[in-house]
C-alpha cells in the first residue's frame, strides 16, 4: 500500500494543498463539492530536476525520459493545462530558507522557547564544526571552502535571529 502527496483541484475552482491519498484509490474527490479533483502544482511541491538526465518527483528519481512520458501523462489527464517546470532563482530559494526560518522562529515564541538561546547553541555548534574542520579533526576534500561555508552559515544564523528579535 503506498501513498503519495499531490496539490489537488476540481473543475469547480477549490484547492487541496498537499493532500496524502493511497495512491492504488487515485486523487479523492472535492471536499467541499465532491467533484473529481486532478493534480496540481500550486504551492511549491512540484517536480524538481536533480542533477544531470534524472528528475524528482513525486518522492521518485525519475530518467528525464520517464519524466517527459509522466509530464505528457499529466497533460492528458488535465486537458487544456501545460506542466511548466522551472528552477527557483538563488534569491528565490534564499527568500525561502528565511521565511520557514522566520516561522519556526516564530513557532519556538509562541511556545515559549527562548529563540536566543536556540540562536547561541546554533552558532557555538556551527564555530566548533569551523574549529574542527581547520584543525583536520573532521575530513574534507577542500577545507577552506567547507571552512567558509561553515562560517558564512554562521553569519545567516546571526542575521536571521537578528531580523526576528
Sequence with gaps: MSFIRHDLS???????ASRLYRRSDGPPLCDECSAPTSIAWFSGDGPA?????????????????DFEKHKRA???QNPGKRVKVTNPSDAQIDSNIDTRRQRVINSRRARGI????????????LEQKASDLDRGKIA??????????????????INSFKNSA
Excluded: M, W
Design 140 to 157: 574534507s576534500k577542500d577545507v577552506y571552502s567547507d571552512v567558509a561555508a561553515v562560517k558564512n552559515k554562521i553569519q545567516r544564523t
Design 49 to 65: 530536476l536533480n542533477g544531470f538526465g534524472t528528475v524528482r518527483t513525486d518522492g521518485a528519481l525519475l530518467s528525464t525520459g
Design 10 to 16: 476540481c473543475p469547480n475552482g477549490h484547492r487541496a
Design 74 to 76: 499529466l497533460e492528458r
Design 114 to 125: 527562548n529563540v536566543e538561546a536556540v540562536a547561541d547553541r546554533q552558532v557555538a555548534g
